[in-house]
């Protein structure tokens, strides 16, 4: 159980700063992921915590411990590879004990220790193999136990997930919730897919350019995204974005007469240019028609729901319908969207506005 | 296409190659077996038919027997030096410094160089007169007179086996610099993370990438190793006193300084039996190594 504290962290490579400034609080046992796309930074900062970089500037505490400079065998953490990263002429039961060996453990302790871990990952049965007698999961299974069994301060997980197939992804992600609530251990865990950061996350640090977007819980990220950028990389159906301007009594969209009276723009003049979104979801939830005339060009079956993509004007709105709405291709329809589902982005700086 | 089709078409295609094979590689060695019965001489009369005569004087004489173990001491201490040096210089070869690119170009000019350049450069570093090495050695109060290296029973084949060292460890160094390249980086920062030092690292990370490219390294080293003969024969044609005399330089000794075709036959067959059955054994070791790290 310890905190990790991230002071203002820089790194830069030559004239290139891949790390602008990035600081983070975590409190003991929060779970937080690091989400962006590939070169926004976030693998960099994992491996600035673990000691397998150093930052141009900044601290990184563990319980209020400087780390910075310690090597990474010092610094009480474990970290968990994308590509497992396992010894491939150890057994399973060496590679999940080779902290302990290096670490001088007495081999009762540590094979009473391997043991528990590997129970613990449903394991035990493999402890004899080497890792190329193993599949994918059962890897990254033995990758997990590795990093279990020292009982660090700090998990380090670096796209752990992204070499797995879906079904075992989904699988794998249940399990690694099911560890982090049972091990309370405070953990960093890097990725690209969103739908793990909301799943995983207690906090979710969105990072671009070597930045934080927004830093909060998955609640926040989803339903509140402090920047443009962070409402369309979040959603497993890209928010939809309207362009507007704002207007006496709302905000005008684009092409059309609908104008959306948004609370909480009062301040914001008349003549500015925003964006409107709102999520495909929300559309199928919402109550106030929007667009009386739109038409549906397209509509897919997804199991659960319906998606329609429809054109208003010359901008393309997708909705998430329930599964019986009836709406077929060529369709003449109305879209709902309830005042208070939109997020308002400021046009220039992409900043939220409402 | 009919398998039978392509398969006379493979033999087809590989007939030309296979004759020339035959013509300049089965020819002659069917030749050797034979003359290796016989008494001939390299000139005059066919020789007549001796029996096993020939193996047995020669497996029993001391010339052999001295010449084994000097090929066999040359072929060991060269080939255990030349990958101990060859790793270690990869190993250095593959951190980052500035000039790296640099020397990796140069590791490679001792190999590149004919053997006969290799043999004659060394043997004036050697020479007892103006050598640089007696130079050196002196200067540094090492020795107190200029020796000779070449000429002396007690050196002449530690200076070989340097020089031999010399001239083929890159190749040792290039095959593990490349195998080193495959060793994967999260491995070596997961060994970091989890406390491994230097040496653990080498023997559970390094060691199981390079297993299969240094078996093949040592195969081909230990086999020409064994076959030496133009180094040697250019420093010391199997001298002082013999000392240096591997069975490559018995087989041209006895078959064309001597002259005695049909003994140095049966030798030259022994060589290639040796050879023959390192290479299988090898063959095998490699085989079980390849995918060890996979």
């Known amino acids: 159980m310890s905190t990790l504290t991230i002071d203002a962290i820089r790194k830069s490579y030559g004239p290139v700063e891949t790390l602008k400034g990035i600081d983070i609080a975590l409190q003991s046992g929060e779970f937080l992921v690091l989400l962006g796309a590939s070169g926004c930074g ?46 491939p002429n150890l057994t399973v039961h060496r590679n999940i004990g080779f902290g302990l060996e290096m670490r001088k453990v007495e081999k009762a302790e540590r094979d009473r220790a391997v043991l528990e871990t590997a129970r613990l990952l449903q394991i035990e049965n493999l402890l004899d193999r080497k890792p190329a007698q193993l599949s994918g999961g059962q890897r990254q299974r033995v990758a997990i136990g590795r990093a279990l069994v020292r009982n660090p301060k700090v998990f380090l997980f670096d796209e752990p997930l992204s070499n797995l197939d879906a079904k ?93 009276a948004v609370a909480g723009l009062e301040a914001i003049a008349p003549g500015r240019r925003v964006t409107l979104g709102i999520r495909p979801e929300a559309i199928g939830k919402s109550r106030e028609p929007l667009f009386r005339d739109a038409r549906c ?54 900043q939220r506005l409402n | 296409m009919s398998s039978t089709w392509m398969t006379t078409r493979a033999w087809l295609l590989m007939l030309p190659l296979l004759i020339i094979m035959t013509a300049v590689i089965g020819w002659p060695m069917i030749d050797t077996v034979r003359l290796s019965f016989t008494d001939a001489k390299l000139v005059g009369t066919g020789g007549a ?88 050695l002196t200067q540094i109060g090492l020795l107190d007179s200029y020796r000779s290296w070449l000429g002396e029973p007690g050196t002449a084949m530690t200076a070989l086996i340097v020089a031999d060292c010399w001239k083929n460890f890159p190749l040792v160094a290039l095959i ?20 491994a030092g230097p040496f653990a690292r080498f023997r559970f990370v390094i060691l199981p990438y390079l297993a299969g490219p240094l078996m093949v390294a040592l ?22 006193a013999n000392s240096t005399r591997t069975l490559s330089i018995l087989v041209y000794q006895e078959a064309f300084s001597f002259q005695r075709a049909g003994s140095g036959a049966s030798l030259a ?23 060890s790290a996979t």
């Open chain 1, 297 to 350: 060009e397209v509509a897919e079956l997804t199991g659960p729901e319906l998606v329609v993509t429809a054109r208003i004007g010359d901008q393309r709105v997708v909705a998430a319908m329930p599964a019986d709405a009836g709406i077929k291709a060529g369709d003449e329809i109305t879209i709902n969207a309830d005042a208070t589902a939109f997020h308002v982005f400021d046009a220039e700086t992409e």
């Open chain 1, 168 to 260: 075992l992804r989904l699988e794998m992600r249940t399990e690694l919730k099911r560890l982090h609530q049972l091990t309370k251990t405070t953990v960093v865990y890097v990725t690209h897919d969103q739908i793990e950061a909301m799943t995983l996350a207690t906090r979710i640090a969105v990072m671009r350019n070597g930045r934080i977007e927004q830093l909060d819980t998955p609640e926040n990220i989803y339903n509140r995204p402090a920047t443009l950028y962070v409402a369309t990389f979040v959603g497993a159906l890209p928010m939809n974005l309207l362009a507007g301007t704002m207007g006496d009594s709302g905000v005008t969209i684009d092409g059309t007469t609908a104008t959306v």
């Open chain 2, 219 to 240: 195969v081909l080293r230990t086999i020409e190793a064994f076959k030496v003969f133009d180094i040697i024969w250019v420093m010391t044609r199997g001298g002082p």
């Open chain 2, 269 to 291: 067959l022994v060589v290639t039996l040796i050879v023959t059955v390192l290479a299988v054994g090898y063959g095998m070791l490699v085989r079980r190594t390849a995918g």
């Open chain 2, 176 to 195: 593990a610099l490349a195998a080193l390249q495959a060793v994967p980086r999260d491995i070596t920062a997961a060994s970091l993370v989890d406390g």
């Open chain 1, 42 to 87: 976030k693998s960099t900062l994992l491996n600035i915590i673990a000691g397998l970089g150093e930052p141009t500037s900044g601290d990184v505490r563990i319980d209020e411990r400087s780390i910075i400079g310690v090597h990474p065998k010092d610094r009480d953490i474990a970290m968990v590879f994308q590509s497992y990263a396992l010894y």
């Open chain 2, 49 to 136: 038919f001796v029996g096993f005569d020939n193996y047995v004087k020669m497996l029993s004489s001391s010339n052999f027997q001295r010449a084994l173990f000097a090929t066999t001491w040359f072929a060991v201490i060269s080939v255990t030096a030349e990958m101990v040096i060859g790793v270690l210089a990869a190993l250095l070869l593959s951190q980052q410094f500035y000039g790296r690119a640099v020397l990796r170009a140069l590791l490679i000019l001792p190999w590149a160089l004919p053997t006969v350049v290799n043999a004659t450069l060394w043997r004036l570093i050697y020479n007892p007169e103006y050598g640089a090495l007696n130079s050196a």
